[in-house]
């Protein structure tokens, strides 16, 4: 079983629409998570930290749920500039490890006109 | 402040020659990091650096070797490249591991070896 998945997608979404991706960990003693984005032929980069209360950044909602080792990302309003693939990403600290990050394989989002 | 960048940004390898890719950064972080990224596996560690000097293995480090002479940079070598490291790969660097800070990446490395 891989450290963390993710559905890979495609998804295809209209301007507007609502879109939910879905992530999964293996390592409960898992501590910090993010949702990390990526354009194409591009670097990832940060698009938010999720918190077990849950975190808010404008259209963007994230969610743990450490009993299901389960994370959410919630894209409300899609525009077309969200198209990219969406990087779900676990940190495991303490021992070697420590700094770590487990990346999912990603989920493509493409949002059309 | 140009973050992080990487030479080259492109390159085709025969089996068996070696290179060396240079990362480097002007943030002052002390974590730096390289991964490769495959179609369908994700991003995969192969090398981290937690300070100048100091390296250690992630998760892939088979058929790569790196140092860390300086603070700013991290190299990562190839001494026999293979038709199974050809990939992207990328690097990062945080200021710290606790975890919270965010890694930040550089631009890629397209490595196609034949």
């Known amino acids: 079983r891989k450290e963390v998945e993710q559905d890979p997608g495609p998804f295809n979404v209209p301007e507007g629409a609502t879109v939910a991706f879905n992530c999964t960990y293996s390592?409960?003693?898992?501590?910090?998570f993010f949702w990390y984005r990526q354009d194409c032929r591009k670097e990832p980069k940060l698009l938010m930290s999720?918190?077990?209360s849950g975190n808010e950044d404008g259209r963007f909602t994230a969610q743990l749920n450490r009993a299901s080792q389960y994370i959410s990302l919630l894209i409300r309003d899609s525009k077309l500039s969200d198209s990219a693939t969406y990087l779900c990403v676990v940190h495991n600290a303490g021992g070697t490890s420590y700094g770590k990050l487990t990346f999912g394989q990603g989920t493509i989002l493409t949002v059309h006109p | 402040n140009a973050g992080v960048t990487q030479t080259p940004k492109f390159r085709v390898l025969k089996t068996g020659q070696s290179m060396t890719l240079l990362c480097a950064q002007d943030m002052n972080h002390e974590y730096m990091y390289w991964y490769r990224q495959d179609p369908g596996m994700g991003l995969r560690l192969i090398h981290y650096s937690v300070g100048e000097g100091t390296t250690a293995k992630g998760e892939v480090p088979d058929g790569y070797n790196v140092s860390r002479l300086k603070k700013q940079n991290f190299l990562l070598g190839l001494e026999s490249a293979a038709p199974s490291q050809t990939s992207v790969y990328f690097c990062a660097s945080a200021s710290g591991g606790a975890g919270q800070e965010t890694q930040y990446f550089g631009p890629g490395t397209r490595l196609l070896v034949l």
């Open positions: 390592n409960s003693a898992s501590q910090s």
């Open positions: 999720v918190y077990s």
